[in-house]
Every structure is written in C-alpha cells, then in structure tokens.
Nanobody, 123 residues
Framework: QVQVVESGGGAVQAGESLRLSCAAS????????MGWFRQVPGKKREAVAC????????YFANSVKGRFAISRDNPKNTLYRQMNNLKPADTAMYYC????????????????WGQGTQVTVSS
C-alpha cells in the first residue's frame, strides 16, 4: 500500500497562490490514480481535484474549476496541485489521496490518505 505525505500548506491572503505537493512511497505510484480532497470541521471530506495515472483524465470540483490545477511527475513519485486566486472559502485541511477512482464527473474510493496540510486564506 502506497504511503503519501503532503507539503506546501500555509496561510495566505485572498487572491494569492499556493502549490501543494504530495510525495508517495513505493514503485506503484505511476500506476495509481491520485487526488486531493479537503475538509473543514463539521463537514464531509470532499474531492477537489483528481488525476488518472497517465494524466489523461482529470476531475475538478465546480468550486475550484479555473483556479486549481493538478499534475504529477511519475518518475519523482510526486503529485502537485497549484491553487490560484485563493478565496477564504478554500480554507480547509487538504489531503492527498492515493489509488482513487477518477472520471471527469467524480472522484472517490480512496485507498490511502496522507496526514493532511492546512491551508488558511484570509480576506
């Protein structure tokens, strides 16, 4: 089972950008669909952006379309997410998810979770 560790969270002002990284262990990363989820206290964890093993399929939540991008570097076992024009509503704990099921319309069925990294956006 692959293990993942997130990095890159922090506190920013509205309108600024952040890039999150997710480093994965093991040799299976290149074959796994991956994703980013987020959760705020009292709410269900939700999929934000997901990408298939070869990058050919991506999913984005409606709330982040046009502002967030997802990419991966398979030789480096790393998943990335670029977040632009951040809003206070983007404040959440962000989790890297491994071995997800992704289509252009949904992302779920996560096998492994990272420990999460906090993103806080102030107005």
């Amino acid at each position: 089972q692959v293990q993942v560790v997130e990095s890159g969270g922090g506190a920013v002002q509205a309108g600024e950008s952040l890039r999150l990284s997710c480093a994965a262990s093991g040799s299976t990363f290149r074959w796994l669909d991956m994703g980013w989820f987020r959760q705020v206290p009292g709410k269900k964890r939700e999929a934000v952006a997901c990408i298939s093993w070869n990058g050919g399929t991506t999913y984005f939540a409606n709330s982040v379309k046009g502002r967030f991008a997802i990419s991966r570097d398979n030789p480096k076992n790393t998943l990335y997410r670029q977040m632009n024009n951040l809003k206070p509503a983007d404040t959440a704990m962000y989790y890297c998810a491994a071995d997800v099921r992704v289509t252009p319309f949904e992302c779920g069925r996560v096998t492994s979770w990272g420990q999460g990294t906090q993103v806080t956006v102030s107005s």
